[in-house]
């Protein structure tokens, strides 16, 4: 594996433990600063997914890529929604709901997934194209201090104190790292890891994310953030592209 993917996959392994010290610290951002954030992210990765991520799967494993892709984002549906309904992508506000292990324990497994896959996505794409490997760092990137910032919040609304918040964060930290060293490992396997993992980046994109975008009470500015996350991802591609860079 390349240093530039080890790297990259520890900056976004950072961008966890960066969210959950934003928890645990006695000032922390704001909820508003935070849903800008998120909102920029959806475009981000709903451009890198649709437009980069489907057809190079579809171009890499054939036909087999969308069954694949939607695997992948049912996958991810399972765990948030199914085994640990009690998750959410955003701040979490239902503190009456989150009281006690179990609860706290099914979250942090929900998003350690969640984690890995974002880091099979890294690790993957850089085994397609360097290039769309680091398009797909900087797209994940974006949400990695809310994903930190979720699972600390989750700890500390279920009065866990702040060393619990970090180290929940720590873990997402490891898992997205495993998830990108793991991901150079499978050799022939990496197109459909790649495949699996776009469902993943397009579920976070077009459903955790955008969840937090289409608040009504947040005005225009949030859906004009995910425009503007979009407009984001095609200047990366124009600027690559201009250098000659083949993604």
Same mark, same amino acid.
């Given at each position: 594996?390349? &240093?530039?993917?080890?790297?990259?996959?520890?900056?976004?392994?950072?961008?966890?433990?960066?969210? %959950? /010290?934003?928890?645990?610290?006695?000032?922390?951002?704001?909820?508003? /600063?935070?849903? @800008? $954030?998120?909102?920029? =992210?959806?475009?981000? $990765? $709903?451009?890198?997914?649709? #437009?980069?991520?489907?057809?190079?799967?579809?171009?890499?494993? =054939?036909?087999?890529?969308p069954v694949l892709i &939607?695997?992948?984002? @049912?996958?991810?549906?399972?765990?948030? +929604?199914?085994?640990?309904? +009690?998750l959410h992508f955003g701040?979490?506000?239902?503190?009456?709901?989150?009281?006690? /292990?179990?609860?706290?324990?099914?979250?942090?497994?929900?998003?350690?997934?969640?984690?890995?896959?974002?880091?099979?996505?890294?690790?993957? !794409?850089?085994?397609?194209?360097?290039?769309?490997?680091?398009?797909?760092?900087?797209?994940?990137?974006?949400?990695?201090?809310?994903?930190?910032?979720?699972?600390?919040?989750?700890?500390?609304?279920?009065?866990?104190?702040?060393?619990? *918040? @970090?180290?929940?964060?720590?873990?997402?930290?490891?898992?997205?790292?495993?998830?990108?060293? =793991?991901?150079? &490992?499978? =050799?022939?396997? *990496?197109?459909?890891?790649? !495949?699996?993992?776009?469902?993943?980046?397009?579920?976070?994109? !077009?459903?955790?994310?955008?969840?937090? *975008?289409?608040?009504?009470?947040?005005?225009?500015?949030?859906?004009?953030?995910?425009?503007?996350?979009?407009?984001?991802?095609?200047?990366? #591609? %124009?600027?690559?592209? @201009?250098? %000659?860079?083949?993604?």
């Amino acid at each position: 594996m390349g &240093l530039l993917v080890l790297l990259l996959g520890f900056a976004a392994s950072l961008g966890d433990l960066v969210g %959950g /010290a934003v928890v645990a610290a006695p000032r922390r951002i704001s909820d508003r /600063a935070l849903g @800008l $954030l998120m909102a920029l =992210g959806a475009g981000n $990765l $709903l451009g890198v997914s649709i #437009v980069e991520l489907v057809p190079e799967s579809i171009h890499q494993i =054939g036909s087999s890529a969308p069954v694949l892709i &939607l695997g992948g984002y @049912l996958f991810i549906h399972f765990f948030e +929604h199914v085994f640990a309904p +009690h998750l959410h992508f955003g701040t979490e506000t239902h503190t009456e709901a989150i009281i006690d /292990a179990h609860v706290t324990s099914t979250a942090l497994i929900g998003l350690t997934l969640h984690a890995f896959m974002d880091g099979v996505a890294i690790g993957s !794409a850089f085994v397609t194209s360097p290039a769309l490997g680091i398009i797909v760092f900087a797209a994940i990137m974006l949400h990695k201090l809310p994903e930190g910032f979720t699972i600390a919040s989750v700890m500390k609304a279920a009065g866990r104190t702040r060393r619990w *918040a @970090l180290i929940a964060s720590g873990v997402l930290s490891v898992a997205t790292f495993s998830g990108v060293v =793991g991901s150079s &490992l499978i =050799g022939p396997l *990496a197109p459909y890891a790649l !495949a699996v993992a776009t469902g993943s980046v397009l579920y976070v994109g !077009a459903t955790d994310l955008m969840a937090e *975008a289409n608040k009504a009470e947040e005005g225009i500015l949030n859906p004009v953030m995910v425009f503007i996350g979009i407009g984001m991802f095609f200047g990366v #591609v %124009g600027l690559a592209r @201009l250098a %000659g860079i083949d993604l």
